[in-house]
């Protein structure tokens, strides 16, 4: 009996929902916006000073004289520029979740992974769940932004400790999706 109750409040929603990310208009219109935000944040951030590289080195400081080094590279309008992408962030933030998310779906839906184990629905979740860690990741670094220098390093050790789970639950992601895709190809090009 737990078991059907605990299957039937988790997986089985989680399942409905990921099916409705992988919809083609969903995988489309999410993976059009996470573009437009990647070339947004390049381009936008780089004309004040602020590369991607500089916003990965601010996200991974894990303590506060590594923070201050990396503050200490930006010009004010950069620093300003870096908090506004913190803010920009948490609407990129369910965009590229959902497109990650929806792709796997997509992906998986067609293997028995996806049709007789819960394994499918977990990995299929990782961007979702790396969303959550991005969350976090940008509740602290605009906890940082507020006061640099009397930043926690509570605070920084937890943002830097979140940004390398968004990391590497989406490198997971993505190695998976193209492991899945590699697969299909191989299957299309082996059956013609």
Known sequence: MARSISYS????????????LAS????????????????FFNLWGAAAGVSSQTVVNFELAW???????????LTPAGSARL??????????????AAWGAGMLTWRLRSRP???HTQSGVVL?????????ADYVENACELTILAAPAQA?????????????????????ALLQLGQLSWRSWRTRSTAI
């Open 24 to 39: 083609r208009w969903v995988r489309w219109s999410t993976g059009l916006g996470t573009l437009a935000f990647l070339i």
């Open 113 to 115: 992974l996806w049709q």
């Open 63 to 73: 303590t506060p004289q590594q923070l201050q080094q990396v503050l200490a590279t």
């Open 9 to 20: 409040c988790g997986v089985k929603p989680m399942r409905r929902l990921l099916e409705r």
């Open 152 to 172: 926690p390093a509570e605070v920084i050790t937890l943002g830097a400790s979140a940004a390398s789970l968004k990391f590497a639950l989406l490198i997971a």
């Open 124 to 132: 299929a979740s990782l961007p979702l769940i790396a969303a959550g």
């Open 83 to 96: 908090h506004a992408i913190v803010w920009i962030d948490l609407a990129f933030i369910p965009c590229y």
